[in-house]
């Protein structure tokens, strides 16, 4: 079945320490997108990539990066600059960046600071 | 600049009961709308969208919204609610911006009463 998979689904992260979320899909979509949601503030677009070796910071990149070394894969590493990371994070995919072009969800990392 | 507005952070209803969550979108031109459901600790899931044509458009799940171009709505509606529909609502417009991204309200948690 064609999807986008994340993993882990749980992830907890010390003080100072980076963390890296995983986005695959197999959708053979080209632009790929991370969000996060915090409760009540809907969802925030932090990176997006619209084409391979090629991203662009969203509206809260910072203390966030991510890489898009292959099609089907674009990992989100959250540093320790981010001072607030607890959130639940999503990763998306579209076909294109036309209006017609749904974005298709993956199933979300919870990260939580320990 | 686009924007989404759900103006009901929660609704409560019985099951059984009719229901309309409700979505005002600002836009500069056409747009493409979009609901989203979310159960909780899940990724979102795309109920149904609207490019053209035909203003009352039907999605899964037994859910309509209707597209009314004077009054910037695009309201969810579902005639009879089962328990299993508790979950959270998003409403989202696009694309814009130079990601091309959709633009995402901030949400509506429905409750269902037996």
């Known amino acids: 079945d064609g999807g986008i998979t994340q993993s882990p689904k749980y992830l907890f992260r010390k003080e100072g320490q980076n963390v890296t979320l995983s986005c695959e899909q197999n959708?053979?979509?080209?632009?790929m997108y991370w969000y996060r949601q915090d409760p009540g503030q809907g969802l925030r677009l932090i990176y997006y990539?619209?084409?391979?070796?090629?991203?662009q910071k969203g509206d809260i990149a910072e203390g966030y990066s991510v890489s898009r070394e292959k099609k089907e894969s674009f990992p989100l590493t959250v540093t320790s600059a981010q001072k607030n990371p607890t959130a639940f994070y999503l990763c998306?995919?579209?076909?294109?960046?036309?209006?017609?072009?749904?974005?298709?969800f993956g199933q979300g990392t919870r990260l939580t600071v320990v | 600049a686009q924007s989404v507005t759900q103006p009901d952070i929660h609704i409560t209803v019985s099951e059984g009961a009719s229901l309309e969550l409700r979505c005002n979108y600002s836009?500069?031109?056409?747009?493409?709308l979009f609901w989203y459901v979310q159960s909780p600790g899940q990724g979102l899931q795309l109920l149904l969208k609207?490019?053209?044509?035909?203003?009352l458009v039907q999605g899964i799940k037994g859910f309509e919204a209707e597209f009314k171009r004077s009054q910037s709505s695009f309201n969810l509606r579902k005639p009879s609610v089962h328990w299993s529909d508790a979950a959270e609502y998003f409403c989202?417009?696009?694309?814009?911006?130079?990601?091309?991204?959709?633009?995402f309200g901030s949400g509506t948690q429905l409750t269902v009463l037996p």
């Open positions: 836009y500069g031109a056409t747009p493409y």
């Open positions: 959708l053979n979509h080209d632009a």
């Open positions: 609207y490019f053209s044509g035909d203003t």
């Open positions: 990539s619209q084409i391979v070796n090629d991203f």
């Open positions: 989202a417009v696009g694309p814009s911006g130079s990601a091309r991204q959709l633009t």
């Open positions: 998306a995919s579209r076909m294109g960046t036309g209006g017609n072009s749904e974005a298709f």
